[in-house]
């Protein structure tokens, strides 16, 4: 399966892989060449150490310049009074009679410990092509779901301050 992304998270995966080639792998090189340098590698901890944090960022740059080649690229322009990427959407959850707000992002810079919830996770499939004062069902499993209203819609362009989530 590709990873759907904008072309500002392009933007700033490939700022991202620069970063970590440029920057990061040069600093990991040096840790590890410094670690070598201090004699025995069998109990040498900061050796292993530095060796797993250069891997780490390799596995990084791979994982990042693999998930560029295999994007589908999408828009991130939405109609004005309905709900898309990069909106921020005031969500009333009948329930609990509480009222959240989120952005709507691309799974990549999804957080939603941050406000940032992917159009692909439930309650962003839910909600993404409605308008202020719908009511929509979101379907947890087959015998339990919620009602949620939206009521607000803000339109905000992507100016790429929400970074990418790193592993």
């Not at 740059?61 to 589908?72: G, N």
């Not at 990069?86 to 406000?115: A, C, P, Q």
């Not at 092509?129 to 979101?138: A, E, P, Q, S, T």
């Amino acid at each position: 399966m590709s990873d759907q992304l904008t072309k500002t998270d392009i933007k700033l995966i490939e700022e991202e892989i620069e970063h970590r080639k440029l920057v990061v792998r040069k600093e990991a090189l040096e840790a590890v060449k410094e670690a070598r340098a201090q004699g025995d590698l069998s109990d040498n901890f900061e050796y292993y150490a530095a060796k797993r944090d250069k891997n780490i960022n390799e596995g990084r740059i791979r994982y990042l310049e693999r998930m560029m080649r295999s994007a589908v690229i999408i828009s991130d322009e939405s109609l004005v009074d309905e709900v898309g990427l990069n909106n921020t959407v005031e969500i009333y959850f009948e329930e609990d009679d509480m009222t959240e707000t989120y952005k709507l992002m691309t799974s990549v810079r999804g957080s939603s410990l941050n406000g940032l919830i992917s159009v692909e996770s439930p309650l962003g499939k839910a909600i993404l092509g409605h308008k202020v004062n719908d009511r929509i069902l979101i379907e947890v499993n087959e015998t339990y779901g919620y009602y949620i209203v939206i009521r607000k819609i803000e339109n905000t362009v992507d100016d790429g301050t929400d970074k990418l989530r790193s592993y």
